[in-house]
C-alpha cells in the first residue's frame, strides 16, 4: 500500500490528516484521520453537527445522515477497512443500508461528541468522493426551436458540399438538432431525492427570473460562429453564439444568478467566473462515440484521443452565419443521456419566464 500526498485541513474547528491512499487493484481513497482538537481545547460534551440532529436515546446518542447509495462503497471502504477504522476511532458504531437500498447512514455511540466527529468524518469522505462522480444533469437552455434546427440544418448541409474535404471534417462530428443547447451548469444527482432538491432549488429561482425577464419571453438571436481554442486549423469544439435581440445582457445574467443559487445550495461546483454562453454546432468528441453528449464537460474521450478538425475554410465562409431567431421561455433540469419525445433531453424539472 502507498501512501500519497499528506496534507492537513480544517473542517469545522478541527485537524484531519488527509491521505490519497493507492493499493494495488484497488482504486484511490481518500483517508482522513482525525488529530485531536485544537490545542488547550477539549471536545465538549456538548458538540452537536453544522447540519445534522444528534437525538438522545436510551443507549447514548444517534445522528442519522442522508447520503445516495452509490457512496457506500467509499465509507465502507476495502472489506470493510475504513468502516471499522472510523468506528474504532471514534468509539462509534456506523450502520449502513445494503448496496443498491437508498436509506440512511445512521451512527450511534456513547457521548455525543463521539457521534459528532465520526458525522463530521464520514461528511469529509463522503464530499471528497462525490466530487469524483460524474455528472448526471445539467442546467440547460434549448435551441432545439424548429427555425433554429432549420438553420443548423442548412449549415451543416452547406458545410459539408463545400469543406468536406478540410481535414478532420465530416458528418459525424455535427450535434443533433434534436439537442441543440446552452449549458448553464453541470450537477451530480445521486439519487431522487437529490433530484428533488434540485427541482426545489430550481423553483425558488422563478421569481427572481421573472423579475428579470419581466415576466416576458426572451427574444433571442442566433447568429455567427465562434472556436474555443487558440488555432483555428486545431479545433475540436465550434460553437454558434447566442445573443439577446434587443442587445442586453439579460441571458447572460439569468445564467449566472442560477449558477451562483445552486452553487450556494450545494449542488454545483463553479468552474468559470460567468457562464459561457455558446451553442455547440461541432464537436470532434462525437466523433468515435456518438453517446457522448456536449453539455459543458470533456465528456469520457481523452483529449489525446480527440481528432481535431480545420475551420479555417468553415470560419471564412460560415462566419457570420444566420441560424434563425426565436423566443426562450424556460430552464430545463435536463438528464444526461436521455430523450424525451421531442428528442431533447428529458427533462426533471424547469421554470417559465412568463
Given at each position: ?9 480544517n473542517i469545522n474547528g478541527r485537524i484531519y490528516r488527509r491521505n490519497i491512499i493507492k493499493e494495488e487493484n484497488y482504486e484511490e481513497e481518500d483517508d482522513f484521520s482525525y488529530m485531536g482538537p485544537p490545542e488547550s481545547e477539549d471536545l465538549a460534551d456538548d458538540e452537536t453537527c ?276 426565436f423566443e426562450l421561455n424556460t430552464v430545463l433540469l435536463s438528464q444526461r443521456y436521455s430523450s424525451d419525445c421531442t428528442g431533447y433531453y428529458s427533462s426533471a424539472g424547469s421554470i417559465n419566464f412568463s
Open positions: 500500500m502507498e501512501v500519497l500526498r499528506p496534507a492537513l485541513i453544522d447540519t445534522n440532529f444528534i437525538e438522545q436515546t436510551d443507549k447514548g446518542y444517534r445522528c442519522a445522515i442522508d447520503i445516495p447509495s452509490v457512496l457506500y462503497k467509499y465509507i465502507i471502504g476495502k472489506k470493510g477497512e475504513t468502516r471499522r477504522r472510523l468506528e474504532f476511532d471514534t468509539k462509534t458504531n456506523i450502520s449502513i443500508p445494503k448496496p443498491g437500498v437508498e436509506g440512511q447512514i445512521v451512527i450511534t455511540g456513547s457521548h455525543k461528541a463521539a457521534v459528532s466527529s465520526a458525522v463530521t468524518r464520514v461528511e469529509v469522505l463522503v464530499e471528497s468522493f462525490r466530487k469524483k462522480q460524474p455528472f448526471t444533469h445539467f442546467l440547460s437552455f434549448s435551441l432545439s426551436d424548429p427555425k433554429i434546427q432549420e438553420g443548423f440544418l442548412r449549415f451543416k448541409d452547406e458545410v459539408l458540399e463545400q469543406c468536406s474535404q478540410d481535414r478532420g471534417v465530416d458528418e459525424s462530428i455535427f450535434q443533433n438538432p434534436a439537442k441543440l443547447h446552452l449549458t448553464i451548469g453541470t450537477l451530480a444527482l445521486l439519487n431522487e431525492m437529490e433530484v428533488r432538491k434540485a427541482c426545489e432549488h430550481l423553483q425558488e429561482c422563478q421569481n427572481v427570473i421573472r423579475d428579470l425577464t419581466e415576466g416576458k419571453p426572451l427574444p433571442l438571436e442566433v447568429k455567427g460562429i465562434e472556436y474555443m481554442n487558440d488555432d483555428p486549423a486545431m479545433v475540436d469544439v465550434l460553437y454558434a453564439k447566442v445573443n439577446m435581440k434587443d442587445g442586453s445582457d439579460k441571458l447572460q445574467v439569468i445564467a449566472d444568478r442560477l449558477v451562483e443559487h445552486f452553487v450556494s445550495a450545494g449542488l454545483m461546483v463553479r468552474e468559470w467566473d460567468r457562464v459561457k454562453l455558446h451553442g455547440t454546432v461541432m464537436n470532434t468528441l462525437f466523433r468515435k462515440d456518438s453517446t457522448v453528449e456536449d453539455t459543458g464537460s470533456q465528456g469520457r474521450q481523452p483529449m489525446s484521443e480527440r481528432e481535431a478538425f480545420d475551420a479555417r475554410n468553415i470560419l471564412k465562409i460560415f462566419r457570420a452565419h444566420r441560424f434563425g431567431e
